[in-house]
């Protein structure tokens, strides 16, 4: 197909991912699978841990579950080839297939959800340092803020998105948005990365503060956090007991979000580069090009591999792994044990 051009911007693509040979596709389709599997049994690992923070819990499950559904829908993007060839005569579901799908919409919009959850764990680790006695009772308000405020964001968001294609005489044609709307694409990436970054480096460091404050680095569970005076001596070391625990669980938050905070400005600053290289036709960027896809697939294949952070900074995440595979290997046991002495009995 030819490349076709006006003053608007618009191009009509070259479909490259034929380029890409199948085996290439099928061994990507395959790792990004195993991944997602992998966040799913990590979600159901999550659910089985005792973590003393129920919002920290949610975030760290929410967590697994966007980037299963990443991997997942990045499965079904790369093994279809963005849907290219897949519009029917339905003009309503070619413009879906066209605005939502092939604009890369949806992939913006997980993407975002990503980061926003992320965010949603520096706020949790501000409010359980900086608002620890009244952390447990605003823990249902904590929970639904971050339940709404996630994917309503997101969405709003990544709407400019869905202004790098337009659908024309039954063709998705695709045009660059830094070209065609540069001003609405500064907002988006301030929107959709700087403000997110900014807001989790400024938790952060509020955070440390007040750790510090507490001596909190030096001594974490034989230094008492000071409570008010009226409440009984036994309640009093209840509390701080109570309240320590959950500054342990924030002090390993502190890690695991760290790495996907850097996780994130690298992604992001490799998009913000292949896309300025692209307007400059440096590089080809655009939607079907295989540069496109080779840096989605490296964004699916960390998603694919956040489980093991997960897992590496969360002990008690890793004893309840080694609890089921004790579990599996004593039941594993068992049949054969009970295998044997049919055979047994038989002969």
Not at 177 to 194: C, D, G, H, K, Q
Not at 231 to 242: F, I, M, N, W
Not at 274 to 291: C, D, H, K, R
Not at 324 to 343: A, E, M, V, Y
Request: hydrophobic share 45%; proline share 3%; glycine share 4%.
């Amino acid at each position: 197909m030819d490349v076709l051009s006006n003053g608007t911007d618009i191009v009509n693509v070259d479909h490259q991912y034929g380029h890409i040979s199948l085996p290439g596709i099928i061994v990507m389709s395959v790792l990004l699978s195993v991944g997602a599997i992998f966040n799913i049994y990590t979600g159901y690992v999550i659910t089985q841990t005792r973590i003393n923070s129920l919002l920290s819990k949610l975030l760290l499950y929410n967590q697994t579950v966007l980037d299963a559904l990443y991997c997942i829908m990045m499965t079904a993007f790369i093994s279809n080839r963005f849907f290219e060839d897949h519009f029917p005569d339905d003009p309503g579901s070619n413009t879906f297939i066209c605005y939502l799908l092939q604009s890369g919409y949806l992939v913006r919009v997980f993407r975002t959800m990503i980061v926003c959850n992320n965010v949603c764990q520096s706020a949790d680790r501000f409010w359980a340092i900086v608002y620890a006695h009244s952390y447990r009772a605003n823990t249902k308000l904590y929970v639904i803020l971050c339940s709404v405020s996630v994917p309503v964001y997101s969405i709003l968001v990544s709407a400019a998105q869905m202004g790098a294609v337009q659908f024309v005489d039954d063709d998705c044609q695709h045009r660059s948005v830094l070209t065609y709307m540069p001003s609405l694409y500064v907002i988006e990436i301030v929107f959709r990365y700087a403000l997110p970054l900014c807001t989790t480096i400024t938790l952060t460091l509020l955070a440390l503060r007040k750790l510090g404050g507490l001596g909190f680095w030096k001594i974490v569970t034989k230094s008492p956090v000071t409570l008010s005076e009226d409440v009984s001596l036994g309640e009093e070391r209840k509390r701080a007991a109570q309240i320590n625990e959950l500054l342990i669980v924030q002090k390993t938050v502190f890690c695991h979000t760290g790495v996907l905070l850097l996780e994130m400005t690298v992604l992001e600053g490799i998009a913000t580069t292949l896309t300025v290289l692209g307007e400059t036709t440096v590089v080809n960027f655009e939607i079907y090009s295989p540069v496109r896809l080779y840096y989605l697939f490296l964004s699916s294949l960390v998603s694919a591999l956040n489980p093991c952070l997960t897992i590496l900074t969360f002990r008690n995440l890793r004893m309840t792994m080694f609890s089921q595979l004790q579990r599996i290997r004593f039941w594993n046991g068992h049949i054969d044990c009970r295998s044997r002495g049919k055979d047994s009995s038989t002969s």
